[in-house]
């Protein structure tokens, strides 16, 4: 069956298997975002963590450069229900980026340009797959995508990963973001269905 259905697209026999439920696959890589494209060069750019007591620390670019960086392959899936498999980055893990200051904190928010917010559980930054990503397939990653930088957290549905991050507040108790507030789920697991508050 898989043979017949699938075409010539070329890809592995367990793709079905990489698509959450209520999901299909886009060969396309759709732009989602619920505001305009902030412009921001990476001069500016700057990514400010703040720790449980309010004192931040400010990553400017050339901090992120002079991070360990790494190549990585992952399958993303937004809520609207479009998954894309095997995209490929270069980003920081957030736990390099994060170091010491998580250790006391529960949930993180997560901060734009733009104004758009989104929150998740520490250890889904630090204990998980988590980067910020500056580059897509190669090249520089286009600002509709979330350059100069973006939240990547392939293992919840992509609403999480923050396009133009511009800051990590670190807190004990979680604070709904944007699309949480408006009624989508606390945590958003696409293998989950956790698509709206109480799926
Ligand atoms: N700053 C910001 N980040 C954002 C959004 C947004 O509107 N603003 N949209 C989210 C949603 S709902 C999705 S599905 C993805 C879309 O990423 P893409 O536009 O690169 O496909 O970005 C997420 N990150
Ligand atoms: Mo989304």
Sequence with gaps: ???ISRGFGGRGDNDDARIPPGQHETYDFPVLSAGPTPAVSREE???DVTDLDGAVTRWGWPDLM???SEEFTVDIHCVTTWSKLDTSWRGVRVRDVLGDLATEAEYALVRCYGGYTTNLPIGD???RDAWIAYEYEGDDLESAHGGPARLLVPHLYLWK???WINGI?????????????????????PWLEQRYVGD
């Design 45 to 47: 750019w700057g990514l």
């Design 125 to 127: 930054l630090v204990d």
């Design 161 to 163: 990963s923050a396009k």
């Design 66 to 68: 002079r991070a360990p």
């Design 1 to 3: 069956m898989s043979v």
């Design 169 to 189: 507040e670190l807190h004990l108790d979680d604070e709904p973001g944007f699309w949480e507030t408006l009624g989508y789920h606390e945590y958003g697991d």
